[in-house]
């Protein structure tokens, strides 16, 4: 069946860098672009952008543009976020959704704090 | 950017009502491109719905949805215990992807 496998949680400090994974099977991990969705504490969730699985072209929504880098590793069928100089704001659940209709992964909770 | 208002953003139904949850966007949506989600707390959201009127894989028979232009909806048939949760809609017709602010719904 289909599933993205997330990366453990994050503590990290204001400034650092984190990286996180989603491994993708069954299905054709190419077949289908990755979106990155992030859910603050208590809050609902923003589309942070997604990456062509195929071309490997990102695309991200306005508030995520600068700090925040999408990438694939697709001979390990694995999507990446990147997230530099960190900010206590970035402190969230971050999800990888897959396609249109998104299929979830379970979620990469980043907690920033000094 | 479309935004997604969701009605009620919580509500309590008894074992058995019948409960319909609605998503109103600012502009026109294409109908392929609404779709539904359930969050249970500590979970990742499950796609129920998708198209405005698809039931995704397993997801039992008493949901449905509908809508068109700039109003959807979701309904549950008949409210079971399990169908705790929060509920959201989710437009893919443009960038940026956009999320309605939820509807938790509670049993009585």
């Known amino acids: 069946q289909i599933q993205l496998v997330q990366s453990g949680p994050e503590l990290k400090k204001p400034g650092e860098t984190v990286k996180i994974s989603c491994k993708a099977s069954g299905y054709t991990f190419t077949n289908y672009g990755m979106n990155w969705v992030k859910q603050a504490p208590g809050k609902g969730f923003k589309w942070m952008g997604w990456?062509?699985?195929?071309?490997?072209?990102?695309t991200y929504a306005d508030d995520f543009k600068g700090r925040f880098a999408f990438s694939l590793e697709t001979s390990a069928n694995t999507a990446y976020l990147q997230i530099y100089n960190l900010k206590n704001e970035d402190t969230a659940t971050y999800f990888c959704?897959?396609?249109?209709?998104?299929?979830w992964g379970a979620g990469t909770t980043v907690t920033v704090s000094s | 950017e479309i935004v997604l208002t969701q009605s009620p953003t919580t509500m309590a139904a008894s074992p058995g009502e019948k409960i319909t949850i609605t998503c109103s966007a600012n502009s026109s949506i294409s109908s392929n491109y609404l779709h539904w989600y359930q969050q249970k707390p500590g979970f990742s959201p499950k796609l129920l719905i998708y198209r405005t009127s698809n039931l995704a894989s397993g997801v039992p028979v008493r949901f449905s949805g509908s809508g068109s232009g700039t109003s959807y909806s979701l309904t549950i048939g008949t409210m079971e215990a399990e169908d705790v949760a929060t509920y959201y809609c989710?437009?893919?017709?443009?960038?940026?992807?956009?999320f309605g602010g939820g509807t938790k719904l509670e049993i009585k």
């Open positions: 959704a897959r396609g249109t209709a998104y299929v």
């Open positions: 989710q437009q893919g017709s443009s960038i940026p992807r956009t």
């Open positions: 990456i062509n699985t195929y071309t490997g072209e990102p």
